[in-house]
């Protein structure tokens, strides 16, 4: 099982089964989205993400008509993004996982965007 929670605590979550793969992407959306170099994501099904607390504390931003970015309103930590056209499926951040095994990225989005300095993905 894994466990979640946002920089504030707000937001708390589990998800019931293991984490079966990750992503690094390096997309301008998910940089800015994120504040960050890369996302470190993992597509999850939706039936198996349990929020344990602070559903109140939950805001949604639609950065394109069919994708919506999901995150604490209190400490902007996002927590997951889902697509409309893909219902069944959640992609976790995984910078927020506070308790269980996540495995190494095996895929990498976007690597042309990549910062040089920055050896994680294969070319």
């Known amino acids: 099982m894994i466990r979640g929670q946002c920089l504030c605590g707000a937001v708390q979550y589990q998800v019931h089964r293991e984490i079966e793969m990750s992503i690094l992407c390096f997309c301008q959306d998910c940089r800015q989205a994120q504040g960050s170099v890369f996302a470190w994501n993992s597509p999850i099904p939706k039936q198996n993400f349990q929020l344990l607390q602070g559903a109140d504390f939950l805001k949604e931003y639609f950065h394109t008509h069919q994708k919506a970015r999901v995150f604490c309103?209190?400490?902007?930590?996002?927590?997951?993004?889902?697509?409309?056209?893909?219902?069944?499926?959640?992609?976790?951040?995984?910078?927020?996982?506070?308790?269980?095994?996540?495995?190494?990225?095996?895929?990498?989005?976007?690597?042309?965007?990549?910062?040089?300095?920055?050896?994680?993905?294969?070319?």
């Open 73 to 123: 309103m209190n400490c902007a930590s996002p927590i997951y993004s889902y697509r409309l056209d893909l219902p069944d499926i959640l992609r976790l951040r995984l910078g927020i996982v506070i308790e269980g095994d996540i495995p190494a990225p095996i895929e990498f989005a976007y690597t042309e965007n990549q910062p040089h300095f920055l050896c994680v993905a294969a070319e």
